[in-house]
């Protein structure tokens, strides 16, 4: 399947705090399955990913994209995200994370810093 949503994923949940090891054991899966998936969302790097890969990222993505994690190495991910310009879940709109060609609704993202680094991420 295309890896372009699952990457897009996570990253959405990196910038809410949450790590990938943490996702990995979450989810079953191996830290060595979610190496390859570390690249430009836009790109089209990570480009296939398994199904099922895909179904349990999806079902962790689904289950905590609105629990934002506060304490110290959820923030210390949340501010390489937001150099990095990843978008946060809630700049996403219904179902476009699985879009090719979507973007993140900058208006959704207040803090101007990271707000500004999506918008280079993306290249609006």
């Not at 990253?11 to 830290?31: F, M």
């Not at 999806?58 to 959820?74: A, C, I, M």
């Not at 949340?78 to 150099?83: D, Y």
Request: overall charge positive; charged content about 25%; glycine content about 6%.
């Amino acid at each position: 399947r295309p890896g372009f949503p699952t990457l897009r994923r996570l990253e959405a949940l990196t910038a809410i705090g949450y790590p990938r090891p943490l996702i990995a054991e979450t989810t079953g899966l191996s830290t060595n399955v979610l190496r390859p998936c570390r690249m430009n969302a836009t790109s089209g790097a990570c480009s296939r990913v398994y199904a099922a890969t895909e179904t349990k990222i999806q079902g962790f993505y689904e289950t905590n994209k609105h629990r934002v994690r506060l304490d110290q190495p959820g923030l210390r991910l949340r501010q390489i995200a937001i150099n990095r310009g990843y978008a946060p879940p809630w700049a996403w709109r219904k179902n476009t994370i699985i879009e090719r060609d979507a973007a993140p609704v900058l208006e959704e993202i207040e803090d101007k810093t990271w707000r500004e680094n999506v918008a280079r991420r993306y290249t609006y």
